[in-house]
């Protein structure tokens, strides 16, 4: 049973930083394309950054440039780094494994942009 675990959000102001962590257990992580989405209330979930197994990397347009997605496979754990964080980038945040993301979703991490 593959479990997702994510960590790291919290309350920052605009132009902040923060960085997510999603620690997956029951999979061979190191073969797995790994993907960050989020959800904002009354919006559907949005696909944010990927990464592949040899590190390439996939970004949507409105984080490009902002938000840095990176892996550890000793640590079977993939981060989003984000910065320069505005108010639209408030949603709760979930990791899964990509482009299918059919693991159990996790509980996910909530991340607020607020003055």
């Known amino acids: 049973q593959v479990q997702l675990v994510e960590s790291g959000g919290g309350l920052v102001q605009p132009g902040g930083s923060l960085r997510l962590s999603c620690r997956v257990s029951?999979?061979?992580?190191?073969?797995?394309?790994m993907g960050w989405h989020r959800q904002a209330p009354g919006t559907q979930r949005e696909r944010v950054a990927a990464?592949?197994?040899?590190?390439?990397?996939n970004y949507a347009d409105s984080v490009r440039g902002r938000f840095t997605i990176s892996r550890d496979n000793a640590k079977n754990t993939v981060y989003l780094q984000m910065n320069n964080l505005k108010p639209e980038d408030t949603a709760h945040y979930y990791c899964?494994?990509?482009?299918?993301?059919?693991?159990?979703w996790g509980q996910g991490t909530q991340v607020t942009v607020s003055s």
């Open positions: 990464i592949h197994s040899d590190g390439r990397t």
């Open positions: 029951g999979s061979i992580f190191s073969i797995d394309s």
């Open positions: 899964n494994n990509w482009p299918y993301s059919d693991y159990p």
